[in-house]
């Protein structure tokens, strides 16, 4: 899980590429790791928080934090996402269907859990065979 998530990061600018599903998968499975024990972390310090103050203060700070890592994971996560799609065997533009209401995450999921399609390896280091 933890090179998936240093190919995540490594990956922001690679749109070319290809990403296996279990890539894919464990960068997020990190994602919601990170949130949980940041959520958990903020509760830990809204119970230590004496007065109003300190509360709002804590809430601030952790809100900034949640607001620079969700910034700074949107443009890896595209590219993380379109990499999986072309493994998968389709389009980049299918990004683009959680734009269709209500079923449109249903959707995309679907196409990211399939499996890899290699009609032409790219070369060795991003076809996974």
């Given at each position: 899980?933890?090179?998936?998530?240093?190919?995540?990061?490594?990956?922001?600018?690679?749109?070319?590429?290809?990403?296996?599903?279990?890539?894919?998968?464990?960068?997020?499975?990190?994602?919601?790791?990170?949130?949980?024990?940041?959520?958990?972390?903020?509760?830990?310090?809204?119970?230590?928080?004496?007065?109003?103050?300190?509360?709002?203060?804590?809430?601030?700070?952790?809100?900034?934090?949640?607001?620079?890592?969700?910034?700074?994971?949107?443009?890896?996560?595209?590219?993380?996402?379109?990499?999986?799609?072309?493994?998968?065997?389709?389009?980049?533009?299918?990004?683009?269907?959680?734009?269709?209401p209500f079923v449109g995450?249903?959707?995309?999921?679907?196409?990211?859990?399939?499996?890899?399609?290699?009609?032409?390896?790219?070369?060795?280091?991003?076809?996974?065979?």
């Open positions: 899980m933890i090179e998936a998530y240093k190919k995540f990061w490594k990956g922001y600018d690679d749109f070319t590429g290809r990403s296996t599903p279990s890539d894919y998968w464990f960068a997020y499975s990190a994602h919601v790791l990170i949130f949980f024990a940041s959520y958990l972390l903020l509760a830990v310090f809204q119970r230590m928080a004496v007065d109003e103050l300190s509360l709002l203060t804590n809430e601030v700070i952790f809100l900034l934090i949640f607001f620079a890592y969700g910034v700074a994971t949107v443009l890896p996560g595209i590219a993380i996402t379109v990499r999986r799609l072309r493994d998968a065997g389709y389009n980049w533009l299918y990004i683009f269907i959680p734009l269709i995450i249903f959707i995309l999921i679907f196409l990211l859990c399939q499996p890899t399609k290699v009609d032409e390896p790219f070369n060795n280091f991003n076809n996974p065979q």
